[in-house]
């Protein structure tokens, strides 16, 4: 949120932590500058290195073979498979529209000029997936079916193995996605082996996922010698609640997503006193006996707000101040939302829905932008895979010509003469050779 708000509020509750500072930056930077340097030189002796001392995890092959997969697979029980397979179609539907938005063009801008659009699939891309403490599988959804469905041809996936364990439903979802080569592999030393390339693995043009501060650190640092999706910070959730709401609804979305990390920020802001009131001591109820009590509750005691404005305005404009990654709305009118607001990751409209479905099932993307990069970006989605590139011809000399006319003026406003030559001789058939020509045929 910007130092000083547009709009009036009252503080029900205000952060007692700083936003992002968990972990020393510095530290941080440091440590994955050197993971970068050593992979680098050292390839895949280094990726084991870092394997075994990070994760424990140091196997005859990082690469799955697809026998492996199926073996994998076979271990879950059919339900799980099930759901991964129709969670997918949701999402692969919805990717599939948002592609069909994108369509090549050829206009003829003007007799015998033509000019025109492309959108090509980046030709190789990584996808991450975190593991850590719990098995993200609907990362490799996000990340995976997205990619397929953009076209690209080759997609290299990468998850950290969990407790010495490979994550049977975090493969099982990266093969039925579609991934062309499954790893296992996690952290700095994955993200870098799929930047730089090593012996065993070959790079990829482009790496998406969301991960820990390591991850999005070395994906940062990597940004240039390969693309990336976005800049990732902790899971955001801001809630938008009117005098209709049910504070215990608020008060369990606050916490859903309170539970991905003890830097992630929930925040309330509500045109009810009431609401915020009993929010948070539904709150206080619910975080005690909460499995993930150890992730969520430090979040919403450091991170946590609950805060009171005058009107259901006032409410959006403060919280497009705060350009948060999801961004739901209990209100009334929920659809006064989408013309309201302007920064944002994600919009979940009205109690039937929530950040989780997004998070988990429904279909949209749940990579979004983080500590306010929703003022500049979206999330993931199927033209983050595409490069959009464009085409000329003339096929009309006496346009050529023109152009060229034009072309040698506007170039030598610039002092570009090299550039005006370029047109003079496309010129030459209708205005004759100019004296630099002469005098170089000669």
């Not at 996936?157 to 975090?170: H, L, M, S, V």
Request: glycine share 8%; net charge negative.
């Amino acid at each position: 949120m910007t130092s000083k708000s547009k709009v009036d509020f009252k503080v029900l509750k205000g952060p007692s932590g700083t936003h992002g500072q968990n972990k020393n930056s510095a530290e941080v930077k440091k440590v994955v500058e050197g993971v970068i340097a050593d992979i680098r030189v050292r390839g895949d002796l280094a990726v084991r290195e870092y394997s075994e001392k990070f994760d424990k995890w140091s196997p005859e092959n990082f690469r799955l073979t697809e026998a492996k997969i199926l073996e994998i697979i076979a271990t879950l029980p059919q339900q799980v498979v099930d759901d991964i397979k129709t969670v997918q179609t949701n999402i692969r539907e919805f990717a599939q529209k948002q592609r069909e938005t994108l369509v090549d063009i050829e206009v003829e801008t003007s007799p015998g000029v033509f000019l025109g659009q492309k959108h090509i699939p980046v030709q190789a891309v990584g996808a991450y997936i975190p593991g850590g403490r719990y098995p993200l599988t609907a990362s490799a959804h996000m990340t995976i079916i997205t990619a397929k469905v953009a076209g690209v041809p080759r997609v290299a996936a990468c998850t950290p193995p969990i407790k010495g364990e490979i994550p049977a439903a975090t493969v099982a979802a990266m093969y039925f996605a579609g991934a062309d080569e499954i790893y296992i592999l996690g952290g700095v030393q994955a993200v870098t082996a799929l930047a730089v390339g090593t012996e065993s693995m070959e790079r990829v043009h482009l790496i998406a996922g969301p991960g820990n501060s390591y991850v999005a650190e070395a994906k940062r640092q990597l940004f240039g010698e390969i693309g990336i999706d976005l800049p990732a910070g902790p899971t955001e959730i801001l809630v938008v609640a009117d005098d209709k709401a049910d504070p215990f609804t608020c008060a369990v979305d606050l916490l859903s997503q309170a539970e991905h990390g003890p830097d992630s920020p929930a925040i309330l802001i509500t045109t009810s006193e009431k609401v915020g009131i009993e929010a948070i001591r539904y709150v206080d109820r619910i975080l005690p006996d909460m499995p993930t009590k150890d992730y969520a509750e430090p979040a919403w005691y450091d991170y946590g707000q609950v805060l009171v404005v005058k009107n259901i305005q006032d409410a959006f404009i403060l919280a497009d101040e705060f350009a948060s990654e999801h961004v739901e709305i209990l209100t009334e009118n929920p659809r006064q939302a989408l013309t309201a607001m302007k920064q944002y990751g994600a919009l979940f409209l009205g109690a039937g829905t929530c950040v989780s479905y997004g998070d988990k099932v429904i279909g949209t993307n749940h990579v979004l932008p983080t500590k306010g990069a929703a003022r500049f970006t979206g999330g993931l989605w199927v033209g983050k895979y595409l490069k959009t590139v464009t085409y000329q011809e003339v096929r009309d000399n006496s346009a050529s010509a023109e152009l060229g006319r034009l072309c040698g003026r506007a170039s030598r406003v610039e002092l570009f003469e090299g550039h005006a030559r370029s047109g003079d001789i496309r010129a030459m058939e209708f205005d004759g050779k100019p004296d630099w020509v002469v005098k170089a045929l000669a």
